[in-house]
């Protein structure tokens, strides 16, 4: 019997240790994913500012452009200046000539303006850009160590799947099935006893059951169905007040044994 229930813990050990790596396999991509998705964040980021660089560029050309009209314009009314017949004239000229000057020098302060946005847009450029070399390094850096953890516990799972087909080899094939069964349900198929308790479901066990799991008979929880057990190794040692290891084996006498499981 005790070999039995020892091939059951065991199996159950494999099974859950298992279920641990494969879950850890599949949550590897993501790491990967998320990885990518901060580097096409940085990306996006300095393609927006690459862009606000270039709108800027242009509405500069498009300034100059209008300025020099501007200039041009106000140098031809001064021209008509000097050929005009009557202060009306003058004055009317002289209003152009003003009007023009003043709409050069407002694009030329938008000009202005726009040379102080392309330069704080250069500095978030040289930022995003730099933040891009760094993400794309992440991204690299974190394929290798996916890689790396892929291969580890691939060889890990293999391993185990050697020491599972050893183990449910040992194991009469009805039982198995049973396992199986509560296994699927349950998450664990076999549970521990302990101070008269399932560890599984934490109900406790009647006196009869407990007596018949001491004797080391395989039985069944009857609140959660799993196969309950009892492991003598993990009887509870007699409460000692935190003992110091260094002191502990200086010839102390023996303590009065404590009836098991007390
Ligand atoms: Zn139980």
């Known amino acids: ?39 096409a964040a940085a990306e996006r980021q300095s393609a927006d500012v690459s862009s606000a660089i270039e709108r800027e560029d242009s509405l500069r050309t498009r300034l100059e452009r209008e300025i020099a009209a501007h200039r041009k314009k106000a140098a031809h009314f001064r021209e008509q200046l000097d050929s005009v017949k009557t202060t009306e004239q003058a004055a009317a000229i002289e209003h152009e000539v003003q009007f023009a000057a003043a709409e050069a020098e407002r694009l030329e302060n938008e000009e202005y303006a ?93 006196p009869q059951t407990w007596n018949q799991l001491r004797n080391g008979e395989l039985l069944t929880c009857d609140s959660c169905s799993r196969l309950l057990y009892w492991d003598p190794a993990m009887t509870p040692p007699a409460p000692q007040l935190a003992p110091d290891p260094a002191k502990a084996s200086a010839g102390r006498a023996p303590r009065k044994p404590r009836p098991a499981g007390a």
Do not use: W, Y
């Not at 159950?12 to 990967?32: D, F, G, T, V």
């Open 1 to 39: 019997m005790q070999a039995l229930i020892e091939n059951l813990v065991k199996l159950q050990a494999i099974e859950l240790n298992r279920a641990r790596l494969n879950q850890e396999l599949r949550a590897l991509p993501a790491e990967i994913a998320q990885a990518e998705a901060a580097l």
């Open 114 to 206: 726009s040379l102080e946005r392309s330069e704080a847009l250069e500095a978030q450029l040289a930022h995003a850009r730099a933040q891009v070399e760094r993400f794309a390094a992440e991204v690299d850096a974190v394929r290798a160590s996916v890689a790396a953890r892929k291969r580890e516990l691939a060889g890990k799972l293999a391993a185990l799947d050697a020491d599972r087909e050893a183990a449910r080899a040992a194991i009469d094939p009805e039982l198995l099935a049973r396992f199986d069964r509560i296994a699927k349900a349950r998450g664990a198929a076999i549970a521990r006893a302990e101070n008269q308790q399932c560890t599984g479901c934490r109900m406790g066990v009647r």
